[in-house]
């Protein structure tokens, strides 16, 4: 069916087909609509799921948690400060192999107060085990959030899926949207490790350093798994319903010489970017990073590479910059842009390009090369 | 003792202390409950009891969550077996820390929401799992690690404080009196929504004193009013048997402060305030008992 919404509402309304059993949540600017949107679905019976108004974040993964052992599907939805406040029970969603999806409307981290659009919220959460997607498009959210469901419930992942969407710049912007009938895209979930008072069993309790070793191996195995279960799961739904994702989106990249990477809106903005730039004789092309975690693999030989971060480590460096100089073995320009909502245009994007200068940082806005 | 099940739900091969009186309780709990029971359990002595993994001592599934998460995970855990159709107990058993301190927000919440669960707090009135530092519920005047030189500040009111959630059930219990335990874990058991009891487990180790005077120590609690025990349904309070005998001739405050190590050398004046505040709460439950009667 075909409708024109907001990032938030595409969300919740695939949240309604997934036909989760409990969804917890606490509202947060700018992810409040979801929560409002699932809390009306259900008041109005449209949706069959128990609705947890917790009373903070914490306990709102906490409730996600002690839904999921049961063997239930489970859903929350968050942002920035949530995201944090959460992140002691993201930690044991991941270790405890309980495949609760959220989606985190990326927004920046005070002080000062600011709830623009920023990633360093979610690349905080990024060594927990959680699988992270970036969405670029409101169909892209409700999408990907109907695919979050399989592949973190599939028995060779069994972690959970964060779906990343900008904070206002998609989370509020409205665009056409084509919703599906899922039928039987989402399996029944089948957990099977719930908890079953028949056969009585102990979890999360002590571990010697041998058990905590094999744990974490099996969580980076099934990371490693989930590539495949999430290549399938992209296949059958462009099967399904005609819409195609991968891992990464890549666009005239064929014959490009620089390749200009990013994640979520300024992905796809950058698109814009190369048509202008090849209309002035650069080979330029683009590759949107989708999923973050598993972290693609990418062929970038002999390229320029110009990364854009709209997230920052402190004393480090943009988080995407240098997981790509790490896994691919290059160097590359390294440009931040776009913290705490700040306005980067199709043109600011091609000028990085043009003005590359490759081995060195750049702060957008500051107009500072490091 | 008739009534009690024979059945075990916590094995011998548990990690706790000798003289334990908290896995004392959880035994009696966990007999009232049955086997239809999942144990939802924060860090806390518990945590440590069940054994190592791949090992349990729990013959009932046993969640472990972090600290501040015991009850929102419970709510979580509740709300899903009731879209499952299944009437599984959902218990909470978490120490007086993981209660009056981190997770109480997460409780208040719980009792707010209407989650239908148990919440357990056994209070061994510190963090007895971390060797003793002080809780919310470290008494007025006890040494423990962290307050060297002996608590300054009084223990938290939380009955008090589950009380103005107009819980249908509540109640106090103590280990030394296990049928008095079961009976009520047993009863919180039967209503719809949260219920919440509040059990006094002296800790040798913690309190300093010998490991077999563990239930000689919780009876001199109730004996000296210092606890008192009492169920409070729909509003209506009822102090049960052994605290009714304990008020008409109490013993002296001293014979229950005296054989503990953690009261060792309290200045008088703490004394004095605990007495205080001991008559004020006995007086206080007998006026409620006899106005709601």
């Given at each position: 069916?075909k409708?024109i919404a907001t990032g938030?509402?595409a969300i919740?309304?695939a949240?309604?087909?997934?036909?989760?059993?409990?969804?917890?949540?606490?509202?947060?600017?700018?992810?409040?609509?979801?929560?409002?949107?699932?809390?009306?679905?259900?008041?109005?019976?449209?949706?069959?799921?128990?609705?947890?108004?917790?009373?903070?974040?914490?306990?709102?993964?906490?409730?996600?948690?002690?839904?999921?052992?049961?063997?239930?599907?489970?859903?929350?939805?968050?942002?920035?400060?949530?995201?944090?406040?959460?992140?002691?029970?993201?930690?044991?969603?991941?270790?405890?192999?309980?495949?609760?999806?959220?989606a985190n409307v990326n927004?920046?981290?005070?002080?000062?107060?600011?709830?623009?659009a920023e990633h360093?919220?979610a690349m905080?959460?990024r060594?927990?085990?959680?699988l992270q997607v970036y969405v670029s498009t409101v169909q892209e959210a409700y999408d990907t959030t109907l695919m979050a469901?399989?592949i973190?419930?599939?028995?060779?992942?069994?972690?959970?899926v964060m779906v990343n969407l900008d904070g206002f710049v998609l989370s509020h912007i409205m665009q056409p949207l084509d919703?599906v009938?899922?039928?039987?895209?989402?399996?029944?979930?089948?957990?099977?490790?719930?908890?079953?008072?028949?056969?009585?069993?102990?979890?999360?309790?002590?571990?010697?350093?041998?058990?905590?070793?094999?744990?974490?191996?099996?969580?980076?195995?099934?990371?490693?798994?989930s590539e495949k279960v999430i290549a399938a799961t992209e296949a059958d739904f462009a099967k399904r319903f005609g819409r195609k994702y991968g891992p990464v989106e890549e666009y005239r990249c064929e014959d490009a010489d620089v390749i200009l990477i990013a994640l979520g809106t300024l992905g796809k903005e950058a698109e814009v970017a190369i048509d202008i730039l090849r209309k002035e004789g650069i080979k330029a092309g683009s590759m949107r990073l989708r999923w973050f975690r598993p972290f693609p693999k990418l062929d970038l030989t002999g390229k320029d590479v110009v990364v854009i971060d709209r997230d920052y480590?402190?004393?480090?460096g943009g988080i995407v910059a240098h997981e790509i100089m790490a896994k691919c073995h290059c160097d590359v320009f390294s440009v931040i842009a776009g913290l705490?909502g700040q306005e980067v245009t199709y043109d600011d994007i091609a000028e990085f390009v043009r003005k590359r200068r490759i081995g060195t940082e750049f702060w957008f806005g500051?107009?500072?090369?490091? | 003792?008739?009534?009690?099940?024979?059945?075990?739900?916590?094995?011998?091969?548990?990690?706790?202390?000798?003289?334990?009186?908290?896995?004392?309780?959880?035994?009696?709990?966990?007999?009232?409950?049955?086997?239809?029971?999942?144990?939802?359990?924060?860090?806390?002595?518990?945590?440590?009891?069940?054994?190592?993994?791949?090992?349990?001592?729990?013959?009932?599934?046993?969640?472990?969550?972090?600290?501040?998460?015991?009850?929102?995970?419970?709510?979580?855990?509740?709300?899903?077996?009731?879209?499952?159709?299944?009437?599984?107990?959902?218990?909470?058993?978490?120490?007086?820390?993981?209660?009056?301190?981190?997770?109480?927000?997460?409780?208040?919440?719980?009792?707010?929401?209407?989650?239908?669960?148990?919440?357990?707090?056994?209070?061994?009135?510190?963090?007895?799992?971390?060797?003793?530092?002080?809780?919310?519920?470290?008494?007025?005047?006890?040494?423990?690690?962290?307050?060297?030189?002996?608590?300054?500040?009084?223990?938290?009111?939380?009955?008090?404080?589950?009380?103005?959630?107009?819980?249908?059930?509540?109640?106090?219990?103590?280990?030394?009196?296990?049928?008095?335990?079961?009976?009520?874990?047993?009863?919180?058991?039967?209503?719809?929504?949260?219920?919440?009891?509040?059990?006094?487990?002296?800790?040798?180790?913690?309190?300093?004193?010998?490991?077999?005077?563990?239930?000689?120590?919780?009876?001199?609690?109730?004996?000296?009013?210092?606890?008192?025990?009492?169920?409070?349904?729909?509003?209506?309070?009822?102090?049960?048997?052994?605290?009714?005998?304990?008020?008409?001739?109490?013993?002296?405050?001293?014979?229950?402060?005296?054989?503990?190590?953690?009261?060792?050398?309290?200045?008088?004046?703490?004394?004095?305030?605990?007495?205080?505040?001991?008559?004020?709460?006995?007086?206080?439950?007998?006026?409620?008992?006899?106005?709601?009667?």
């Open positions: 069916m409708e938030n509402k919740a309304k949240v309604k087909q997934a036909l989760p059993d409990v969804v917890a949540a606490y509202p947060i600017t700018p992810q409040t609509e979801i929560v409002e949107t699932i809390a009306d679905f259900v008041t109005s019976g449209q949706m069959k799921s128990r609705y947890i108004p917790v009373e903070s974040e914490h306990s709102a993964m906490a409730a996600c948690i002690g839904a999921s052992i049961t063997g239930v599907r489970t859903f929350t939805a968050t942002s920035a400060h949530g995201l944090l406040y959460m992140h002691e029970m993201t930690n044991w969603a991941a270790g405890a192999r309980l495949p609760i999806v959220m927004r920046s981290l005070g002080p000062g107060w600011n709830i623009w360093t919220d905080q959460e060594d927990t085990g959680w469901f399989r973190a419930e599939h028995n060779d992942v069994l972690l959970p919703t009938e899922p039928g039987n895209f989402i399996p029944p979930i089948h957990l099977p490790h719930a908890i079953d008072v028949k056969n009585p069993a102990g979890y999360g309790g002590l571990t010697g350093p041998d058990q905590h070793f094999k744990f974490r191996w099996d969580i980076e195995r099934s990371i490693r798994d480590s402190f004393g480090y705490g500051v107009n500072a090369h490091v | 003792m008739a009534e009690i099940p024979k059945e075990e739900y916590l094995k011998k091969c548990t990690s706790a202390c000798a003289g334990c009186s908290s896995s004392l309780t959880l035994r009696y709990v966990l007999k009232a409950a049955g086997h239809d029971t999942v144990l939802v359990v924060p860090a806390c002595c518990t945590s440590v009891i069940q054994g190592i993994y791949p090992n349990t001592a729990m013959n009932v599934p046993v969640y472990n969550v972090a600290f501040a998460a015991a009850a929102a995970c419970a709510s979580g855990m509740s709300e899903a077996f009731r879209s499952l159709g299944r009437k599984t107990n959902v218990i909470v058993y978490a120490g007086d820390g993981g209660t009056l301190d981190i997770g109480i927000q997460s409780m208040s919440g719980a009792f707010e929401r209407g989650t239908d669960f148990l919440y357990i707090c056994y209070d061994n009135e510190a963090y007895g799992n971390t060797g003793m530092q002080r809780s919310g519920a470290t008494p007025l005047g006890a040494r423990t690690t962290t307050t060297p030189t002996g608590k300054t500040v009084e223990k938290k009111d939380i009955d008090a404080i589950a009380a103005a959630h107009h819980l249908s059930y509540m109640a106090t219990a103590c280990s030394a009196y296990p049928q008095d335990i079961y009976k009520k874990v047993a009863k919180a058991l039967t209503f719809r929504g949260p219920t919440f009891i509040h059990i006094l487990a002296p800790c040798p180790p913690g309190w300093r004193y010998p490991a077999e005077k563990t239930i000689e120590m919780g009876k001199l609690a109730v004996k000296s009013g210092m606890w008192v025990l009492y169920e409070r349904e729909n509003n209506k309070l009822t102090i049960s048997a052994p605290s009714k005998a304990a008020m008409r001739k109490p013993i002296p405050l001293e014979e229950y402060l005296g054989p503990q190590g953690r009261f060792k050398g309290i200045d008088p004046k703490s004394i004095e305030i605990l007495k205080q505040r001991l008559a004020d709460n006995l007086k206080h439950l007998a006026a409620e008992e006899e106005a709601s009667a």
